[in-house]
């Protein structure tokens, strides 16, 4: 057992964080795995920045330090970057509310992070029902950016790019969460500001379905 924490002892993880189910249930997942989280949220002028208040809440319930980066994406381009596309539950292949690049910018300053301060891995959310709308949520783009890291990086493949949900559905991460221990009441979702979720949105309309699916109650409607 001595040996066992000796190995664990010290070992370092960026998680990305954004106030939502799945990376709030990557995160608990890191620490189940034994490591120092240090939590990366973006702000990046989206237009739910409600959710940068339910990360940082995450952070400090986990006890785990957070930094939080500011960034801009001038050139639009999403539904979560330009307030004159509506937000409603879309049927396109590829929803407005994809940020092109958005995944690649964030894996790369995690990335700097982590190199920078000795960490072994990242932790990122992404999970089967982005990837099927979202073109940097698929597994063979992760694969693709772990060569990248390897590559591009002095450590080389000393980091790790983890997705402990990628292949797991809402309910099967809300499950997971609860098991975990995971805060979920103080998760946020929608893609819209305000004190209660529009439920409305793509993002409002898998969390429902999720919780419905998992048999419990949302505790953030409570």
Partial sequence: ???????????????????????????????????????????????????????????????????????????????????????????EKIPATYVPGRNIIFLSCALSFAETIGAQAIFIGAHIEDYSGYPDCRPEFFRAFSRVAAIGTKVGNRIRIINPVLRKNKAQIINLGKKLGVPLRLTWSCYKGGERPCGKCDSCFYRAKGFKEAGMEDPALK
């Fill in 1 to 91: 057992m001595k040996n066992k924490q000796a190995c664990l002892a010290g070992r370092q993880a960026v998680v990305l964080l954004s106030g939502g189910l799945d990376s709030a249930v990557a995160l608990y997942q890191a620490k189940k795995q034994g490591f120092e989280c240090r939590c990366l949220i973006f702000d990046y002028k989206q237009r739910h920045r409600r959710e940068l208040k339910s990360a940082q809440a995450i952070a400090r319930y986990a006890g785990c330090k957070a930094e939080l980066l500011k960034i801009s994406l001038p050139w639009k381009g999403s539904a979560l970057l330009d307030k004159r596309i509506k937000l409603k539950k879309s049927h």
